[in-house]
């Protein structure tokens, strides 16, 4: 009895030293971001004031504020979602529900995998040639919601794939059995239960959109561009590049202003993903399973 | 009495991929029975049940040749959703989707177009009085239906396939996973549906067969080895392979 005792003793000390190892590598992966988070909401918090979000840059941007830039990021948002959302979902529906299982599916779903690593600034460059030069839309708010758009696609397209997927089979096959169709089952059976999986993947790709610079740097981003803009032909200043005007462009910037609009713009990202979560649990709740 | 033939399937032959899972089965289904098919696992008493709506379809790798009349016409004439709304189905563990009572019974009428409210509250009320469900849910139509217990989702599920008034309604193991009190319920209704429905009951449950249907027939491996009067076929069967199973000497 003793002898076992000493076994199960050992047992548990052994699962002890394994949970915290795994809690420390954690730890160690969560600290970076929260002492990024803490670093700059230290150094930049005191400068975001009312006037900050709501003012035109001045003073070769070292005065005044940002709201030409949070206006124009969220322009963009909106843009990419307009085209990469109906895109991505259809062609996920479509992979997923209608496709032959053959070759050519198996290459384009591979495709889109690979495609979600392509570099940012690749899809700048072929935004830049595609919309900006060859359809001449200019470097305008079109060209660089279809280059974001683009570059999204792929995330929107697996995070879609994967929600439909993970429906039990048993939800399809009911509906296909009470007589309705494919579209039907697709429609009432099928996405309803994958919204949850599709917004957190779909808010996921907008987040890096929001923050990319690469993608608009030659395709819609303005230097400094103090007006909004009047139409998807105009050019619009954009946080992650203006940040990045201030950062290296600017001498003698004061660094607060920089880590403000850090923050400004991980704020914008928050708050999607906090709209998302609220839709997800809503969701949730209406269907479980 | 001359019975009408409402299924009859012709030199049928049903295969997933390279293995064959139907032979050749040649046979009637009478209107207003209840067909009991017994047999041990993987003799294709399923495989018949889901070849009548054309579900096994949805496995890629199915393939089917011979003829399956139903009503008159071959079934290939049919168009899918035409088909399963004639020829129901109750699964073998009870499928409800995650939504309210009210709701699952609401899809099939929604699907095929009904959707003013008070026509779907008179289908619902109906389909749950037939199915024995409308007493214990009645008070509590909005909540999920996953809240019910096994024995009431399964007749949940057979109130939702009458809500889309099939001819014929297809019964895959209804009860195996079911407590005995659940299951007489769900036999009481099928004894019941027999007056306006004809009804097909796959089981494992030889005892189950004895007791609700008329006509039963013995599947092995694929073939149908012999189909008749419940009562004959339990006990004076022809084939020696049917009396070996039914008292259990196999399977």
Same mark, same amino acid.
């Given at each position: $009895?003793?002898? =076992?005792?000493? =076994?199960?003793?050992?047992?548990?000390?052994?699962? =002890?030293?394994?949970?915290?190892?795994?809690?420390?590598?954690?730890?160690?992966?969560?600290?970076?971001?929260?002492?990024?988070?803490?670093?700059?909401?230290?150094?930049?918090?005191?400068?975001?004031?009312?006037?900050?979000?709501?003012?035109?840059?001045?003073?070769? $941007? =070292?005065?005044?504020?940002?709201?030409?830039?949070?206006?124009?990021?969220?322009?963009?948002?909106?843009?990419?979602?307009?085209?990469?959302?109906?895109?991505?979902?259809?062609?996920?529906?479509?992979?997923?529900?209608?496709?032959?299982?053959?070759?050519?599916?198996?290459?384009?779903?591979?495709?889109?995998?690979?495609?979600?690593?392509?570099?940012?600034?690749?899809?700048?460059?072929?935004?830049?040639?595609?919309?900006?030069?060859?359809?001449?839309?200019?470097?305008?708010?079109?060209?660089?919601?279809?280059?974001?758009?683009?570059?999204?696609?792929?995330?929107?397209?697996?995070?879609?794939?994967?929600?439909?997927?993970?429906?039990?089979?048993?939800?399809?096959?009911?509906?296909?059995?009470?007589?309705?169709?494919?579209?039907?089952?697709?429609?009432?059976?099928?996405?309803?239960?994958?919204?949850?999986?599709?917004?957190?993947?779909?808010?996921?790709?907008?987040?890096?959109?929001?923050?990319?610079?690469?993608?608009?740097?030659?395709?819609?981003?303005?230097?400094?561009?103090?007006?909004?803009?009047?139409?998807?032909?105009?050019?619009?200043?954009?946080?992650?590049?203006?940040?990045?005007?201030?950062?290296?462009?600017?001498?003698? $910037?004061?660094?607060?202003?920089?880590?403000?609009?850090?923050?400004?713009?991980?704020?914008?990202?928050?708050?999607?993903?906090?709209?998302?979560?609220?839709?997800?649990?809503?969701?949730?709740?209406?269907?479980?399973? | 009495?001359?019975?009408?033939?409402?299924? &009859? #399937?012709?030199?049928?032959?049903?295969?997933?991929?390279?293995?064959?899972?139907?032979?050749?089965?040649?046979?009637?289904?009478? %209107?207003?029975?209840?067909?009991?098919?017994?047999?041990?696992?993987? %003799?294709?008493?399923?495989?018949?049940?889901?070849?009548?709506?054309?579900?096994?379809?949805?496995?890629? %790798?199915?393939?089917? #040749?011979?003829?399956?009349?139903?009503?008159?016409?071959?079934?290939?004439?049919?168009?899918?959703?035409?088909?399963?709304? &004639?020829?129901?189905?109750?699964?073998?563990?009870?499928?409800?989707?995650?939504?309210?009572?009210?709701?699952?019974?609401?899809?099939?009428?929604?699907?095929?177009?009904? #959707?003013?409210?008070?026509?779907?509250?008179?289908?619902?009320?109906?389909?749950?009085?037939?199915?024995?469900?409308?007493?214990?849910?009645?008070?509590?139509? %909005?909540?999920?239906?996953?809240? +019910?217990?096994?024995?009431?989702?399964?007749?949940?599920?057979?109130?939702?396939?009458?809500?889309?008034?099939?001819?014929?309604?297809?019964?895959?193991?209804?009860?195996?996973?079911?407590?005995?009190?659940?299951?007489?319920?769900?036999?009481?209704?099928?004894?019941?549906?027999?007056?306006?429905?004809?009804?097909?009951?796959?089981?494992?449950?030889?005892?189950?067969?004895?007791?609700?249907?008329?006509?039963?027939?013995?599947?092995?491996?694929?073939? +149908?080895?012999?189909?008749?009067?419940?009562?004959?076929?339990?006990?004076?069967?022809?084939?020696?392979?049917?009396?070996?199973?039914?008292?259990?000497?196999?399977?």
């Amino acid at each position: $009895m003793l002898a =076992k005792g000493e =076994k199960m003793n050992t047992a548990r000390i052994r699962e =002890k030293v394994a949970f915290t190892v795994l809690g420390l590598i954690t730890l160690l992966v969560v600290l970076p971001i929260v002492l990024t988070i803490v670093y700059m909401i230290k150094n930049g918090a005191g400068a975001v004031t009312w006037e900050f979000l709501t003012q035109s840059p001045r003073n070769g $941007m =070292k005065e005044g504020g940002i709201f030409p830039a949070i206006v124009g990021t969220i322009i963009l948002i909106i843009g990419t979602m307009l085209f990469s959302l109906p895109l991505g979902i259809l062609s996920a529906i479509y992979l997923v529900e209608y496709a032959k299982d053959n070759l050519f599916t198996r290459l384009i779903k591979l495709s889109v995998v690979n495609l979600s690593g392509i570099p940012s600034i690749v899809y700048g460059l072929f935004g830049f040639t595609l919309f900006v030069m060859v359809l001449k839309f200019g470097t305008s708010i079109l060209a660089g919601s279809l280059t974001l758009a683009i570059m999204s696609l792929p995330v929107v397209i697996t995070a879609t794939k994967e929600a439909l997927e993970s429906v039990p089979a048993s939800f399809r096959e009911i509906s296909l059995s009470l007589g309705a169709t494919k579209w039907q089952t697709i429609r009432y059976c099928v996405l309803p239960y994958s919204i949850p999986g599709i917004l957190t993947g779909t808010v996921l790709s907008l987040s890096r959109a929001a923050g990319e610079t690469a993608p608009i740097l030659f395709t819609v981003a303005a230097f400094y561009l103090p007006r909004l803009p009047r139409s998807v032909f105009d050019q619009v200043m954009a946080l992650p590049y203006h940040l990045y005007v201030i950062s290296t462009q600017v001498p003698n $910037m004061p660094a607060k202003l920089s880590f403000a609009t850090g923050l400004v713009l991980i704020g914008l990202v928050f708050l999607m993903n906090l709209v998302s979560i609220i839709l997800r649990a809503h969701y949730r709740k209406k269907r479980q399973w | 009495m001359v019975a009408e033939v409402v299924i &009859k #399937t012709v030199s049928l032959k049903c295969s997933f991929a390279e293995t064959t899972a139907i032979k050749n089965l040649n046979m009637e289904v009478y %209107s207003n029975e209840i067909l009991g098919i017994i047999g041990p696992a993987n %003799s294709g008493k399923t495989t018949f049940l889901r070849a009548l709506n054309r579900l096994n379809y949805l496995n890629v %790798s199915y393939s089917q #040749t011979g003829e399956i009349i139903f009503e008159g016409r071959d079934i290939k004439q049919i168009n899918d959703s035409t088909l399963r709304k &004639k020829i129901g189905i109750i699964f073998a563990l009870p499928q409800v989707l995650p939504i309210s009572i009210f709701d699952n019974i609401a899809y099939g009428p929604k699907v095929h177009g009904i #959707t003013k409210k008070s026509v779907v509250k008179g289908i619902v009320e109906n389909a749950l009085q037939k199915a024995y469900l409308w007493d214990e849910v009645k008070d509590r139509l %909005s909540t999920s239906a996953t809240r +019910l217990s096994g024995g009431q989702q399964q007749r949940l599920c057979i109130a939702r396939t009458l809500a889309v008034e099939p001819d014929v309604i297809l019964y895959d193991e209804p009860c195996s996973g079911l407590d005995p009190i659940s299951t007489a319920k769900v036999e009481d209704a099928m004894r019941e549906l027999k007056k306006n429905y004809t009804q097909i009951l796959v089981t494992n449950n030889t005892k189950q067969a004895a007791r609700v249907t008329e006509r039963c027939g013995f599947f092995l491996m694929g073939e +149908l080895v012999e189909i008749d009067e419940t009562k004959k076929l339990f006990t004076n069967p022809e084939d020696k392979r049917t009396d070996d199973y039914i008292t259990g000497r196999f399977g």
